[in-house]
């Protein structure tokens, strides 16, 4: 791994915008409802969030699923919108945790209104969603979409419970991306199973997927802190290491380092001293923890990927397999 050299990007055609991308306009323009279902003192503030929230992966991931399962449904798209707008919450929240500035190069909420602001805004979004949850005609699928949400909430409790806790194991650390991440990528692909009736089987296939889909795109997320580029990324960088987040490659680093490296960096960590990217490549096993931590992660998307195979072949199905292979290519530009 060289740090002097450019980082590669993800071929983008392996994610598939075309087949997604009329019902992610769709997803747009549902959510843009329900902004408008807020009080109008409320609005703006509701629309601004939309307007700096992610890459719908989450909608994208019902849609596909739904696609690939027997059809796609209305429900499918309602199931999406609710949870991108739970997800949307939690970058809310996110955000005023680690105290980061920007999301997609513009001020976040907590930077523009203040923490008490956007912990109320990012609280009215999780609120609104479990109340959408409600409208489908199975009461499973929102006491599943609570259950996800709780989990979403657990996970972060937990991750702030442990930050420069120098006791932490990998299986916390998994524990926690799991239901950080994991849960609503999971919930995405098993509940849009369901919403089709399939065997449950290939529910719990597809929660596997998600699962192990968004396991991995967490620990991405967790090395692109480490080297990532800002204006590539469009998110503060480095707050997980001055904000005391114990993430995999540090783990990694931990294990590996000999014992004046390892008291070096426990130190540092316990004194909440800077760690930044220059000492951390001054301890010698810097590039094999980052290595260790990207092929953990490409482990897990080939086993997101073998869960696929009880689905019939189709467009949707093979898109399904694309997006497997794009984070592929993610995890490999950080080499």
């Known amino acids: 791994m060289s740090m002097t050299t450019s980082r590669k990007t993800a071929n983008p055609e392996l994610f598939p915008f075309d087949l997604v991308r009329p019902h992610i306009e769709k997803v747009e323009a549902l959510i843009r409802d329900q902004v408008r279902a807020f009080d109008p003192g409320v609005e703006p503030y509701m629309e601004y969030i939309c307007d700096t929230s992610g890459k719908r992966i989450r909608p994208a991931l019902t849609v596909l699923t739904g696609g690939a399962t027997g059809g796609l449904q209305d429900e499918h798209v309602n199931l999406g919108v609710i949870l991108e707008l739970i997800h949307m919450a939690t970058l809310v929240h996110d955000d005023i945790i680690d105290g980061a500035s ?28 479990l109340k959408l949850s409600t409208d489908f005609e199975n009461p499973d699928l929102s006491r599943a979409i609570s259950l996800a949400s709780r989990e979403v909430c657990q996970g972060e409790i937990l991750q702030t419970q442990r930050r420069f806790d120098l006791t932490l194991t990998k299986k916390d650390y998994f524990k926690m991306i799991e239901m950080k991440t994991g849960a609503l ?88 001293k800077p760690l930044d990217l220059p000492i951390l490549v001054g301890i010698a096993e810097y590039e094999g923890s980052m290595s260790d931590a990207i092929d953990t992660a490409a482990n897990l998307v080939s086993d997101a990927r073998n869960a696929l195979k009880l689905l019939k072949a189709s467009e949707s199905n093979e898109a399904l397999r694309n997006i497997t292979f794009f984070v592929d290519q993610l995890l490999e530009g950080c080499r």
């Open 102 to 129: 920007s999301r997609r190069k513009v001020p976040t909420a907590n930077a523009k209104w203040g923490n008490g602001m956007a912990v109320l805004l990012g609280d009215a979004l999780f609120s609104h969603a």
């Open 185 to 272: 990528f999971a919930a995405a692909c098993q509940l849009s199973a369901i919403i089709s009736k399939t065997p449950k089987t290939v529910s719990d296939a597809m929660f596997e997927y998600g699962m192990k889909l968004g396991t991995a795109y967490q620990i991405y997320d967790d090395v692109v802190d480490l080297i990532g580029s800002e204006d590539q990324i469009g998110k503060t960088l480095g707050t997980d290491l001055e904000k005391g987040k114990l993430t995999l490659p540090i783990l990694n680093l931990l294990e590996r380092a000999n014992p004046k490296q390892k008291e070096l960096l426990s130190k540092r960590i316990i004194e909440h």
